[in-house]
């Protein structure tokens, strides 16, 4: 193979991770206030902060007895918010802090389907502070892999705290919910066994895991946060994509000086 022609190649694939880097994205922030009565009343406002149109946008609230569609949005375009207004029926028992998970739909221009979760916290009488410290480690998940959460106990009695991770659609995992008792003054660490089913590399979500418990006659739910990384599996060394080709290019080079 002519030089020109091999160093040309080389070139080619030396800047497609480039592109990809500057490829177009959609970034969906969501903002939620709840005003507690004798109903929940939930807004919501849906704003694209990325730089590519989401369709069909469709916000989508579980938990605490409630499982509802909301109105879709056919377009959301960069810089654009949508706003979306819902009464519930309350079915909490007791006085406390309480999470709904609302899981956003939407595709790309290409119909591709993604999904985001976030929380929703709502309060009931009087909110008390949490009795429990919970931190994860962001984590790059490489096709599968653990997330891990530390969970310790404030308390000086035990609690019993069942702990949920929620997922977007392109991700799994068959051990998201769990139930753990902690000792007083106690510290566990919980592993979920997470896979990627359709996301696409490179793609960051901010994941949360909702971790329910009672304490002193009063309904806690405590959230922490995580980002999860999609990696392409079996990158050599954890090497970014763009060493690869830029050593290859500098061996055609080399070789090309020797000779």
């Known amino acids: 193979m002519p030089f020109r022609i091999l160093l040309a190649w080389l070139v080619c694939f030396a800047l497609q991770p480039l592109a990809d880097a500057v490829a177009s994205n959609i970034s969906l922030k969501t903002q939620s206030r ?71 739909h939407y595709s790309d221009a290409n119909h591709y389907p993604f999904s985001a979760v976030a929380p929703v916290i709502y309060v009931v009488g009087k909110e008390s502070p949490p009795q429990i410290a919970a931190i994860f480690k962001n984590t790059e998940l490489p096709g599968q892999g653990p997330v891990k959460l530390m969970i310790k106990n404030l308390r000086a009695s035990p609690l019993t705290v069942k702990i949920a991770l929620p997922l977007p659609k392109e991700l799994a995992c068959d051990n998201a919910v769990q ?27 901010a994941l949360f895991a909702a971790l329910d418990y009672e304490a002193d006659g009063t309904h806690h739910s405590d959230i922490a946060n995580v980002t999860v990384k999609l990696t392409r599996p079996g990158k050599p060394f954890g090497l970014s994509a763009y060493w690869i080709p830029a050593f290859l290019l500098c061996l055609a080079i080399l070789y090309r000086l020797k000779k």
């Open 34 to 104: 709840v005003t507690v009565g004798q109903t929940l009343q939930l807004s919501l406002q849906i704003t694209n902060e990325g730089d590519e149109s989401a369709y069909s946008v469709t916000p989508e609230i579980q938990g605490e007895g409630i499982s509802r569609l909301l109105p879709v949005k056919d377009e959301l375009k960069p810089g654009q918010t949508c706003e979306v207004q819902e009464n519930f029926s309350l079915k909490s028992p007791l006085p406390g802090t309480y999470a709904l998970l609302l899981t956003t």
């Open 179 to 205: 139930e753990l008792r902690l000792n007083p003054g106690g510290a566990e660490t919980l592993t979920f066994y997470v896979r990627n089913v359709a996301g696409l590399e490179n793609s960051v979500y």
